[in-house]
């Protein structure tokens, strides 16, 4: 392929990535979902192709689309099995971030949400909320009509709006002071101040380490908290299983605080938090390696501040 069709393709890859992991919440599919696009486009008779960002946008958004309906994703999410893929902020993949509405799409607490909406309802309010796209633009992508995608994203931002734990955006380093409370009392063992910290509709979710069968989840403030000290709680079996004495660090994931556990340089696990009004309302902890690998190459290629923790 002559090398402006490929300087053309890579000039907007990074946006096509963001878009796609908004769509699917998983690094790695969105990776192929934007190679199978430029396999696409390689084929394609580019001279027919009036707009080429207009025609790569279709392209990747119906292509996840598919992933998104397949039966293998459909039995693996219903089944509860399903968390997004954490991402260091600063990774392009996170893409625009600067309105609140573009930076809450790619929050875990939304990208859960968004789970629950109709793989058509998902794609028209990406679209519209992280991209600005008019709505007669999203009803030729997704093949609908104009009134059609108003209405799937009004459904939408109303279903995200209900279940949404938190506001308008926190200062980020009001929300990191919080989370450095909380896991001061984690790891000291204060359930009862850890109770005071968390919102009376708080939730909290956890894969498990990927040991657990289904996601492990906590909806009340006590549960949450000995779940949480539980979980802060070292022993000689959980350094064993990470495979050393991890350091606790305080890093933004997707957005939001989050305590990133790191045995040398590997990230074994990570706890987001989400935060309104000075409390916690919503956790989310991930400590399956399989989806870690990107947080993990991100982490090796910066100096991380030091740990609040050092030796866990």
Known sequence: MESTAVDRFEAGRGRLASLAYRLLGSAADAEDAVQDAYLRWQAADRGRIEVPEAWLTKVVTNLCLDRLRSAHARHERAAGDWLPEPLLDG????????TFEQRESVSLAVLMVMERLSPVERAAYVLREAFAYPHAEIAEILGITESASQQHV?????????????????????????VEEFLAAAVSGRT??????LTADATAVS???GLARRLLRYSTRERIA???RAGFKPTEAKRRFAGGTPALHIAQVNGGPAVVAVVGDRVV????????????????????????????????RREPEAPVVAAW
Do not use: Q
Request: overall charge positive; cysteine-free.
């Open 192 to 197: 009862e101040r850890l109770v005071a910290m």
């Open 154 to 178: 009004h459904r939408a931002r109303r279903r995200v709006a209900a279940e949404r734990r938190g506001g308008e955006s926190v200062d980020a380093a009001a929300a990191r002071r919080i």
């Open 226 to 228: 000995v779940f949480v």
């Open 207 to 209: 894969d498990g380490a």
């Open 269 to 300: 696990g990570t706890v987001a938090f989400t935060v309104a009004e000075g409390k916690v309302t919503a956790l989310h902890g991930i400590a399956s390696a399989a989806r870690l690998g990107r947080l993990n190459a991100a982490w090796r």
């Open 91 to 98: 990774d392009p993949m996170l893409g625009p971030a600067e």
